[in-house]
């Protein structure tokens, strides 16, 4: 299904209405709806959803290492790596035509969800039968990554319509799936390869897949109708604001650098000398790390504020790669350390994602601005690990320009992710807000936007771009809790 120029259009402004006047199209208020209640059972839903999806995408750094010793398909580096980035970038290509459903009347957000479950279930049972890499290529890169994309898509939006003051925390739990579920399928995986071999690991994880999934498809509960989300898929519109695309930047930034520490960590630590076993310990600690992390980072971004933790956390995973990654660790001990610590904050990304982008483009625009920005990720994530492994030398010290490369990513992401914070520090001071008025600003761009062009009209001139970018400098270094 595609939207047409005219229709897209008519969408943008009917949203900007939706933005700027919640409380007169949404029967249910921010100020009366009620956190909690069937909410929680969403953010169950959607992270044991999480859990088997990207949880089990994680895994293949269990698989990555086992091509790479073993040769099974008799492909290149570069070919088992290009599997890996493509399963994600599959994923996130999949963002327009899985909103487009998401949206239509007739399909909705749980049979989009469940569409994808079919998608998965297929991708490892065509796994379990491939003999060479375009067997695996269709199936547990393009079919596995469709499925995954429909999943991710549809029940990405959901969690921020549930809360309001906790939204942060929310999300970071229902994000946190992924870290627990990898936790798991990193030492299963290995375990299942080992004793029953490579067909029957991936056909048992179909089962589990199906199984599971189908029940998150049916906890998981929109409320889109409520808040009268716009489920345009090209919103183009939005590239013409400049906070969007600083947002991109830390985006694509974040991910390739997300994309190489996920995939690569398994494979550094058999370079370093670290067995199999030991390998898959150090890849699963690091997917623990990533389950506990991200509920603290929630937690603490919505007490601290979201860009603030986003952008903090971003520069602490390039510092760590840095230093620590080159320097540090060399052995069992210390690469368990760096796992722990970089697995905390290396996926801030997907914690923080979606309760930024309302931050950035307003509640009702945030399923328009994850399409938008699962695509602007495609090529980014399909190359991440590729380049990693062209990057990888033999011999000792043969990663150090891939831990070079993933530090530098981080800490670009960083300067970007700050020049967003600046902005919107910036667009906070254009107005005079009481103390509720200015929470909800900075949880709801739509909101904020109400109140700038409600003050333009009365007693406050707008100001001149040269005064705006004043401002935003000034917001460089202001301490706001943002």
Request: glycine share 10%; proline share 3%.
């Given at each position: 299904m595609t939207v047409s120029n005219e229709q897209a259009e008519d969408n943008e402004h009917g949203n900007d209405s939706i933005t700027r006047s919640p409380s007169k199209t949404n029967p249910q208020s921010q100020g009366e709806f009620k956190e909690g209640g069937y909410g929680?059972?969403?953010?169950?839903?959607?992270?044991?959803?999480?859990?088997?999806?990207?949880?089990?995408?994680?895994?293949?750094?269990?698989?990555?290492?086992?091509?790479?010793?073993?040769?099974?398909?008799?492909?290149?580096?570069?070919?088992?790596?290009?599997?890996?980035?493509?399963?994600?970038?599959?994923?996130?290509?999949?963002?327009?035509?899985?909103?487009?459903?998401?949206g239509w009347?007739?399909?909705?957000?749980?049979?989009?969800?469940?569409?994808?479950?079919?998608?998965?279930?297929?991708?490892?049972?065509?796994?379990?039968?491939?003999?060479?890499?375009?067997?695996?290529?269709?199936?547990?890169?393009?079919?596995?990554?469709?499925?995954?994309?429909?999943?991710?898509?549809?029940?990405?939006?959901?969690?921020?319509?549930?809360?309001?003051?906790?939204?942060?925390?929310?999300?970071?739990?229902?994000?946190?799936?992924?870290?627990?579920?990898?936790?798991?399928?990193?030492?299963?995986?290995?375990?299942?390869?080992?004793?029953?071999?490579?067909?029957?690991?991936?056909?048992?994880?179909?089962?589990?897949?199906?199984?599971?999934?189908?029940?998150?498809?049916?906890?998981?509960?929109?409320?889109?109708?409520?808040?009268?989300?716009?489920h345009v898929a090209f919103n183009w519109r939005l590239f013409k604001r400049t906070p969007f695309l600083l947002f991109q930047a830390w985006m694509v930034l974040s991910v390739i650098a997300y994309t190489i520490l996920v995939f690569s960590i398994v494979d550094y630590c058999r370079s370093v000398g670290l067995s199999a076993s030991q390998a898959s310990l150090v890849g699963a600690l690091f997917n623990l790390s990533q389950g506990l992390g991200r509920?603290?980072?929630?937690?603490?971004?919505?007490?601290?504020?979201?860009?603030?933790?986003?952008?903090?956390?971003?520069?602490?995973?390039?510092?760590?790669?840095?230093?620590?990654?080159?320097?540090?660790?060399?052995?069992?001990?210390?690469?368990?350390?760096?796992?722990?610590?970089?697995?905390?904050?290396?996926?801030?990304?997907?914690?923080?994602?979606?309760?930024?982008?309302?931050?950035?483009?307003?509640?009702?625009?945030?399923?328009?601005?994850?399409?938008?920005?699962?695509?602007?990720?495609?090529?980014?994530?399909?190359?991440?690990?590729?380049?990693?492994v062209s990057l990888r030398r033999p011999g000792p010290g043969g990663y150090l320009n891939v831990q070079l490369f993933t530090a530098f990513l981080y800490i670009g992401a960083f300067l970007f992710g700050w020049a967003l914070r600046a902005w919107k520090v910036s667009e906070l001071k254009k107005v005079r807000l009481d103390k509720e008025e200015r929470e909800l600003a900075i949880r709801d761009e739509g909101v904020l936007s109400e109140a700038i062009e409600r003050e333009s009209h009365t007693n406050v001139p707008r100001s001149r771009p040269a005064r705006s970018l004043l401002s935003m400098a000034k917001g460089l270094w202001a301490i706001e809790r943002v």
């Open positions: 929680w059972v969403v953010i169950f839903g959607v992270f044991i959803l999480n859990a088997h999806t990207w949880g089990l995408n994680s895994s293949y750094a269990v698989f990555l290492a086992y091509y790479l010793s073993s040769g099974t398909f008799g492909a290149s580096e570069l070919g088992y790596a290009f599997v890996g980035g493509l399963s994600i970038s599959i994923a996130l290509l999949a963002s327009p035509l899985a909103t487009t459903l998401v009347k007739r399909c909705g957000t749980r049979l989009t969800i469940f569409l994808g479950v079919i998608f998965e279930t297929i991708g490892f049972i065509g796994s379990s039968f491939a003999s060479e890499l375009w067997h695996l290529i269709l199936s547990q890169g393009v079919a596995f990554g469709l499925g995954m994309g429909f999943c991710f898509v549809a029940s990405a939006a959901v969690p921020p319509q549930w809360f309001v003051k906790r939204r942060s925390f929310a999300n970071a739990i229902a994000a946190a799936g992924s870290g627990f579920g990898g936790l798991c399928y990193s030492l299963a995986t290995n375990a299942m390869i080992t004793n029953i071999g490579l067909p029957w690991a991936f056909r048992i994880l179909a089962i589990i897949c199906f199984v599971v999934n189908s029940i998150a498809s049916f906890l998981i509960r929109d409320r889109n109708k409520d808040i009268g989300s716009v509920p603290a980072i929630g937690l603490s971004s919505d007490s601290v504020g979201r860009l603030n933790i986003a952008n903090l956390s971003t520069l602490f995973c390039g510092l760590l790669c840095m230093f620590f990654w080159i320097f540090g660790a060399k052995s069992l001990a210390a690469c368990i350390v760096f796992a722990l610590l970089s697995g905390s904050v290396a996926g801030v990304v997907w914690a923080t994602v979606a309760p930024i982008c309302a931050e950035v483009v307003g509640l009702a625009l945030i399923p328009s601005g994850l399409s938008l920005t699962w695509l602007v990720l495609v090529l980014p994530a399909t190359f991440a690990e590729a380049i990693a």
